[in-house]
């Protein structure tokens, strides 16, 4: 019996592949890095089968590379995502996502007392994994929080 494999979406040929996306975090890394409107084309996979993660997301960028910032945003919704740059529908570098130590204008600091909701500035953020959570430590009101538990992120 043989088995025939096919690609469920098409490789490109300039750009950037973010893979080992969690399941539900695509839609948000699409608005971090503002492609929705963008020219660039974009590929997305939602829910897909992942030996690793039982289900992920992946994103295929063409004409976009990735800077080392924007994948240490990435990392605080998808950490240890995946992202390789192509050139010539060939992978010429690998990243792992790696949290970055602080995180500037992204996130929305929970604590309504915060500064931030009532003076014109950006949100800063000291961040730590722990015991697989991601903390996040507001520079301004000292509150800290998990991740998950920080709702709204600018777009």
Same mark, same amino acid.
């Given at each position: 019996?043989?088995?025939?494999?096919?690609?469920? %979406?098409?490789?490109?040929?300039?750009?950037? @592949?973010?893979?080992? $996306?969690?399941?539900?975090?695509?839609?948000?890394? %699409?608005?971090?890095? *503002?492609? *929705?409107?963008?020219?660039?084309?974009?590929?997305?996979?939602?829910?897909? &089968?992942?030996?690793?993660?039982?289900?992920?997301?992946?994103?295929?960028?063409?004409?976009?590379?990735?800077?080392?910032?924007?994948?240490? &945003?990435?990392?605080?919704?998808?950490?240890? #995502?995946?992202?390789?740059?192509?050139?010539?529908? &060939? @992978? %010429?570098? *690998?990243?792992?996502? #790696?949290?970055?130590?602080?995180?500037? *204008?992204?996130?929305?600091?929970?604590?309504?007392?915060? $500064?931030?909701?009532?003076?014109?500035?950006?949100?800063?953020?000291? %961040?730590?994994?722990?015991?697989?959570?991601?903390?996040?430590?507001?520079?301004?009101?000292?509150? &800290?929080? @998990?991740?998950?538990? $920080? #709702?709204?992120?600018?777009?």
């Amino acid at each position: 019996m043989t088995t025939k494999k096919t690609l469920m %979406v098409e490789a490109i040929h300039n750009g950037t @592949v973010i893979d080992h $996306i969690p399941a539900g975090q695509a839609l948000r890394i %699409v608005e971090l890095l *503002k492609m *929705k409107d963008a020219h660039n084309a974009l590929t997305l996979g939602l829910n897909l &089968e992942s030996k690793r993660l039982g289900k992920k997301d992946i994103l295929k960028i063409e004409g976009r590379f990735l800077s080392e910032i924007e994948a240490g &945003e990435i990392a605080v919704f998808a950490p240890g #995502a995946r992202i390789n740059l192509i050139r010539d529908f &060939e @992978v %010429v570098e *690998k990243m792992t996502a #790696a949290l970055p130590q602080e995180l500037h *204008k992204i996130l929305i600091c929970p604590n309504q007392n915060c $500064i931030t909701h009532t003076e014109p500035m950006d949100s800063f953020f000291h %961040v730590k994994a722990t015991r697989g959570d991601i903390r996040l430590s507001c520079h301004y009101c000292e509150g &800290e929080f @998990v991740r998950s538990d $920080i #709702a709204e992120y600018r777009t």
